[in-house]
């Protein structure tokens, strides 16, 4: 991988999705919705102008059913039910997965690598088009372990019966930037600004539920030999902290 160097280079959606639906199907249905104290109230309104409370939605998102009978109350509890199932299943997958025998220390670990996003410096200096990527993927492609895979990152460690015997158990995330940083410069011995290379990678599983980062900077003309460092790092946390954990196959 070569570079060309030239001047010196210097609280949850769901929950928010659900407030505003409620909040609009209560103005359609002559129900209102009003905000004190950080709560927003819904109640219908009568001809008379009566307003008697419904359900009130906590600022943590906690609702108090007022009136069981009334249909948007009913609409709330249907709703709130409904994400307490799927939240319950979810959590009796994980358990029942973290209770099953784990992996061998010499099974294989199936990792998604997805490439790396460069800054705009890194894709100035990068060439050939590629290169970052291409030399990452080389320090995986001889590891007796950890076997690469083309999968979706966001599914990884899911463990649910595999479509394929390659689905992925751990998802890297990468990016590659290039900055400007103190250090000592080797011909002078005094400190001074460098242009440095930066890897930085975020290491998920479902299977164990965990998240890691490792970052590895250097030199931008030693960038090879930081890839590697960075790479070592990467797999250090699959095997060693990640695969004791993973279910067996």
Same mark, same amino acid.
């Given at each position: 991988?070569?570079?060309?160097?030239?001047?010196?280079?210097?609280?949850p959606?769901? &929950?928010?999705?659900?407030? &505003?639906?409620?909040?609009?199907?209560?103005?359609?249905? /002559?129900?209102y919705?009003?905000k004190?104290?950080?709560?927003?109230?819904?109640?219908?309104?009568?001809?008379? @102008?009566?307003?008697?409370?419904?359900h009130?939605i @906590?600022?943590?998102?906690?609702?108090?059913?007022?009136?069981?009978?009334?249909?948007?109350?009913?609409?709330?509890?249907?709703?709130?039910?409904?994400?307490?199932?799927?939240?319950?299943r979810?959590?009796?997958?994980?358990e029942?997965?973290?209770?099953?025998?784990?992996?061998?220390?010499e099974?294989?670990?199936?990792?998604?690598?997805?490439?790396?996003?460069?800054? @705009?410096?890194m894709?100035?200096?990068?060439?050939?088009?590629?290169?970052?990527?291409q030399?990452?993927?080389?320090?995986?492609?001889?590891?007796?372990?950890?076997? &690469?895979?083309? @999968?979706?990152?966001?599914?990884? /460690?899911?463990?649910?019966?595999?479509a394929?015997?390659?689905?992925?158990d751990?998802?890297?995330?990468?990016?590659?930037?290039?900055?400007?940083?103190?250090?000592?410069?080797?011909?002078?011995?005094?400190l001074?600004?460098?242009?440095?290379?930066?890897?930085?990678?975020t290491?998920?599983?479902?299977i164990?539920?965990?998240?890691?980062?490792?970052?590895?900077?250097?030199?931008?003309?030693?960038?090879?030999?930081?890839?590697?460092?960075f790479?070592?790092?990467?797999?250090?946390?699959?095997?060693?902290k990640? /695969?004791?954990g993973?279910?067996?196959?």
């Amino acid at each position: 991988m070569s570079l060309k160097l030239s001047r010196p280079m210097a609280t949850p959606s769901f &929950l928010c999705i659900t407030v &505003l639906c409620f909040a609009l199907t209560a103005c359609v249905g /002559g129900h209102y919705t009003s905000k004190s104290n950080e709560e927003n109230k819904v109640y219908p309104v009568d001809e008379q @102008g009566t307003k008697t409370i419904v359900h009130t939605i @906590g600022p943590n998102g906690q609702t108090t059913i007022h009136d069981t009978q009334d249909p948007i109350a009913k609409q709330q509890v249907v709703a709130e039910e409904m994400t307490e199932q799927v939240r319950a299943r979810k959590a009796a997958s994980l358990e029942a997965l973290s209770a099953a025998p784990k992996r061998q220390p010499e099974d294989p670990i199936y990792v998604s690598l997805a490439p790396p996003v460069l800054d @705009g410096k890194m894709q100035q200096v990068e060439n050939p088009k590629g290169a970052v990527a291409q030399q990452i993927r080389n320090e995986f492609a001889s590891d007796p372990i950890i076997k &690469l895979v083309t @999968g979706n990152p966001n599914t990884a /460690g899911l463990r649910k019966p595999r479509a394929t015997p390659f689905s992925a158990d751990v998802a890297v995330s990468s990016k590659v930037s290039v900055k400007e940083v103190y250090g000592l410069n080797r011909q002078t011995g005094k400190l001074g600004k460098v242009v440095a290379v930066v890897f930085e990678a975020t290491i998920t599983s479902q299977i164990p539920p965990s998240s890691y980062t490792v970052s590895e900077s250097g030199h931008i003309l030693q960038n090879v030999e930081v890839s590697k460092r960075f790479a070592k790092q990467v797999k250090q946390v699959i095997v060693e902290k990640i /695969g004791p954990g993973i279910p067996a196959n």
